[in-house]
């Protein structure tokens, strides 16, 4: 079946370093959502992707999908503490007439003050 | 605001007991979905449902059956709780059209 992998599994930043997580698929995705999951809590939907090398924006966020659907990444610019969880991402694929999104095993981004 | 709520926050169970574990949405999503979260293993999908009284399985189905009689519930049932199972569990739901997925608390299962 369809695997999503991620990488890495843990991120300690200084607060005001860049952050980076990666998300590759093994087959070609149909859209790529990415939640956040704070310590203690569910798992937040920040953003979807569905066009091919789609790049979007939220104030310091930058989510990239890749040319092939194959690959996405968020980036986070001067991380700050509220920055501090696990970023998952998710690729959906199409069963029947619904979508199933297959969750990679998340980023913990750890932010010291 | 939409609303996920799974029917315990936490929960102990003995060995070879019959679970239920609820989760009811207010939204009319047509998809219901049930994770287990376990550390460093992300989200395993168990099962998920499309319609009512309609179920599929997901990466991780042994152990486990799920019933939806009605479009706002759908129900997580472990047959015969093992040690095993004591994991995070997480529903969701969302409409068919593979936008957002919305998640309650989450369930931490404790089996003894």
């Known amino acids: 079946g369809q695997q999503v992998m991620q990488i890495p599994q843990y991120q300690h930043v200084q607060e005001g370093e860049d952050f980076t997580t990666y998300c590759n698929s093994s087959?070609?995705?149909?859209?790529i959502q990415w939640y956040k999951q704070r310590p203690g809590g569910h798992p937040v939907f920040l953003i979807q992707?569905?066009?091919?090398?789609e790049v979007k924006k939220q104030k310091r966020l930058t989510f990239q999908f890749g040319e092939a659907k194959k690959n996405s990444s968020l980036h986070i610019t001067a991380t700050q503490t509220t920055d501090v969880g696990t970023y998952f991402c998710?690729?959906?694929?199409?069963?029947?007439?619904?979508?199933?999104?297959?969750f990679g095993r998340g980023t913990s981004l750890i932010v010291h003050p | 605001d939409v609303k996920v709520t799974q029917s315990s926050r936490y929960l102990v169970k003995r060995t070879g007991e019959k679970v239920f574990l609820e989760c009811v949405q207010d939204?009319?999503?047509?998809?219901m979905f049930w994770y287990r979260q376990d550390p460093g293993l992300g989200l395993r999908l168990i099962y998920f449902?499309?319609?009512?009284?309609?179920?599929e399985k997901g990466d991780i189905p042994e152990g486990y059956s799920v019933s939806r009689e009605k479009k706002e519930r759908f129900s997580l049932i472990l047959e015969s709780a093992s040690t095993n199972q004591t994991s995070m569990y997480l529903c969701?739901?969302?409409?068919?059209?593979?936008?957002?997925?919305?998640f309650g608390q989450g369930t931490r299962l404790t089996v003894v």
């Open positions: 969701a739901s969302s409409l068919p059209q593979g936008w957002k997925a919305f």
């Open positions: 087959t070609t995705l149909s859209n």
């Open positions: 992707l569905v066009k091919s090398g």
């Open positions: 998710a690729g959906q694929r199409a069963t029947g007439g619904s979508y199933i999104p297959t």
């Open positions: 939204m009319d999503h047509e998809n």
């Open positions: 449902s499309y319609d009512v009284k309609m179920k």
